[in-house]
């Protein structure tokens, strides 16, 4: 069973920069892609970026494409969410997940991902 764990959140001023990681623990054979989504309170899940598993196609949401840029790092099992000119309205609990999903419109989707993290709180506010 694969297992999945976020750091990396914080307050941070608007305008700043964080970086979030996800590393992958256990049983990670079938994983097709790892994504990040978000839920800020009163409101549905969020997709953000995904990343293949293999090779470097990725995919982001138009709300944070230019800002957000997902990559990862395969010897350490980890991907990465680098986030810059951060607003209030990107407060939220963000959360890594996987996928056994090869397509771009099941990637874009929380019922596409199968593991999820416990979540890490971000709040931009000065």
């Known amino acids: 069973q694969v297992q999945l764990e976020e750091s990396g959140g914080g307050l941070v001023q608007p305008g700043g920069s964080l970086r979030l990681s996800c590393s992958v623990f256990?049983?990670?054979?079938?994983?097709?892609?790892l994504g990040w989504f978000r839920q800020a309170s009163g409101k549905e899940r969020e997709f953000l970026a995904a990343?293949?598993?293999?090779?470097?196609?990725?995919y982001y949401a138009d709300s944070v494409t230019g800002r957000f840029v997902i990559s990862g790092d395969s010897a350490k099992n980890t991907v990465y969410l680098h986030m810059t000119s951060l607003k209030p309205e990107d407060t939220a609990i963000y959360y890594c997940?996987?996928?056994?999903?090869?397509?771009?419109?099941?990637?874009?989707?929380?019922?596409?991902?199968?593991?999820w993290g416990q979540g890490t709180q971000v709040t931009v506010s000065s």
């Open positions: 997940a996987r996928s056994r999903a090869f397509s771009e419109s099941a990637l874009r989707r929380a019922t596409g991902y199968d593991s």
């Open positions: 990343k293949m598993w293999s090779g470097d196609y990725t």
């Open positions: 256990g049983r990670a054979s079938g994983t097709a892609a």
